[in-house]
């Protein structure tokens, strides 16, 4: 399975990011993991079906509603299926 791993830039911490792309996730079935950089971006590996990783990118876009996303960049890697999605602390 293909995973997706996006970098998120903007002022995407210490803003409910990451909890928003957690709930989008698990609302979407798609599995994998979300935690914040030390550069103060945001680390997505995601799989699932092609169609609902472009409808989660979307999400990815809008962010929570206090962050302001003003980059993404994607890249799809080969990595071991993941059995969920998690907050990684």
């Known amino acids: 399975m293909k995973t997706y791993h996006f970098i998120i830039k903007g002022e995407v911490q210490g803003v409910g990011y990451r909890i928003t792309a957690y709930l989008n996730a ?3 079935g798609i599995t994998g993991s979300v935690k914040n950089l030390s550069n103060d971006n945001v ?9 609902i990783i472009d409808n989660f990118k979307k999400y990815l876009k809008i962010g929570s509603s206090m962050s302001r ?13 993941f059995k969920d999605f998690q907050v990684i602390y």
């Open 43 to 51: 680390e997505v590996f995601a799989q699932g079906d092609e169609k």
């Open 26 to 28: 698990t609302r979407l």
């Open 69 to 81: 996303v003003s980059e993404i960049d994607e890249d799809i890697l080969d990595k071991p299926e």
